[in-house]
């Protein structure tokens, strides 16, 4: 059976046109199964499906007054249907809210479409880097806070290979929040260095070539 990712099969669902609850003819959500141990047999078997989340919905308001009758405890059932699938079933349900915390919703599904084409179009600028002017490209989306964090990853490795030296002093002036950003930053600095045979002088902070004895900026001398 092969074997698909969360991604994949969430891109599978919000693809699918959403099925008409069997009990009240509405549009089902698309829902995300709280996370399970897979081995233990009482998973969803899926990591998204399609509930009934309405609240008129015939199952729902019915199965509270069932549920009581029949078990003497205060639940209800929402009717879920598995993706690619016809069948519906019912959820135990709590209450109102149960199960709702999971609903994906229209906002963060554009959320997250849009941020995908962000990264999609940040990545494709930076394949296209070449030359000194595809190191002042990287640097610029390095340094812009609202390119998408895997972006900017890239950005700092395409620095490294091209990169000139006058690019260490704005990174080494740069504040990252974010301690991925830093890391990467500190090795496209490390790379720009290895490239051009140059280090920083631990004195003024100038950058001097890796054979100097003496810096020629300030004039200390330089161990290795
Ligand atoms: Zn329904
Ligand atoms: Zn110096």
């Known amino acids: 059976m092969a074997f698909e990712t969360k991604e994949e099969v969430f891109e599978r669902v919000i693809l699918q046109k959403r099925p008409l609850c069997k009990y009240c003819q509405q549009e089902m959500s698309i829902w995300e199964a709280p996370d399970m141990v897979i081995d233990d047999g009482l ?45 519906f079933e019912c959820m135990s349900v709590y ?20 941020i995908e084409a962000r990264i999609g179009k940040g990545l494709s600028t930076l394949e296209a880097c070449a030359g000194e002017s595809g190191g002042e490209t990287a640097l610029r989306i390095l ?11 890239k950005a700092a490795e395409i620095l490294g290979e091209l990169g000139r030296s006058d690019a260490v002093e704005p990174l080494k002036n740069k504040k990252f929040g974010n301690d991925i950003l830093r890391k990467r930053a500190a090795e496209a600095v490390d790379r720009i260095h290895e490239r ?12 001097v070539k890796k054979r100097a004895k003496i810096c020629k900026h300030c004039g200390r001398e330089l161990t290795e």
Not at 99 to 105: A, S
Not at 143 to 153: I, K, L, Q, T
Not at 196 to 207: L, Q
Request: charged share 25%; glycine share 10%; hydrophobic share 30%.
């Open 43 to 87: 998973g969803w078997g899926t990591p998204y499906m399609f509930v009934c989340f309405n609240d008129a919905c015939r199952l729902y308001a019915q199965g509270w007054d069932n549920i009581r009758e029949n078990y003497g405890r205060t639940a209800s059932y929402r009717c879920i249907c598995y993706p690619g699938t016809e069948n």
């Open 95 to 114: 209450g109102p809210q149960g199960g709702h915390g999971q609903i994906i919703e229209e906002e963060a599904l554009a959320r997250q479409k849009e």
């Open 143 to 153: 340094m812009d806070a609202d390119e998408p964090m895997r972006v900017r990853v």
């Open 196 to 207: 051009h045979f140059t280090r920083e002088c631990p004195f003024c902070a100038e950058i």
